[in-house]
């Protein structure tokens, strides 16, 4: 939910050919290549958020390549962060839970098997805090500054 929220945001304000958005799982039932979840999918359709339903899953686990190509990378929580950090590719790169980058506490919980009304919840959160973010990133004029 979070990438595609983060790439319709961008593309709202025409930044989606200047910054690539990709998303990647970290935990223990992260499986690669798998189909996006039905209640996800539902979640960001109802919140007229279009999306691929091409869409595949990413076990970092197994494309570090991403990691090593990213100059930033949030995540929904400090435990899916603290999991970055034994990556050799992660050595360099900023590193923020969603919450920490858009300047709120705490963490974004996975949803997952919890029910319609915490998808809601959980795209709710993603949303306001990929908001706060999104005027972090661009009111950067070059990208290759940092985002302070």
């Known amino acids: ?10 593309s709202e304000h025409g930044y989606d050919s200047q910054i690539h958005v990709c998303s990647g799982g970290i935990a223990t039932h992260a499986r690669d290549d798998s189909a996006f ?6 979640t960001i359709k109802d919140n007229g958020i279009p ?5 595949r899953s990413t076990d970092l686990n197994w494309h570090k390549d991403i990691i090593e190509n990213s100059d930033l990378i949030l995540t929904m929580t ?10 050799e ?3 360099g790169k900023d590193v923020f839970t969603l919450k920490e980058f858009a300047g709120e506490p705490g963490d974004i919980e996975d949803p997952s098997g919890k029910g319609d009304s915490v998808y809601d919840q959980t795209f709710y959160e993603i949303k306001i805090c990929m908001e706060k973010a999104l005027k972090r990133i661009i009111s950067v004029k070059d990208f290759s ?3 302070g």
């Open 1 to 10: 939910m979070a990438e595609y929220t983060l790439k319709y945001m961008l």
């Open 37 to 42: 979840s039905l209640d996800a999918k539902l």
């Open 51 to 55: 999306f691929s339903e091409d869409f």
């Open 78 to 87: 400090d435990l899916q962060k603290s999991k970055l950090m034994v990556f």
């Open 89 to 91: 590719e992660i050595k």
């Open 145 to 147: 500054e940092r985002y």
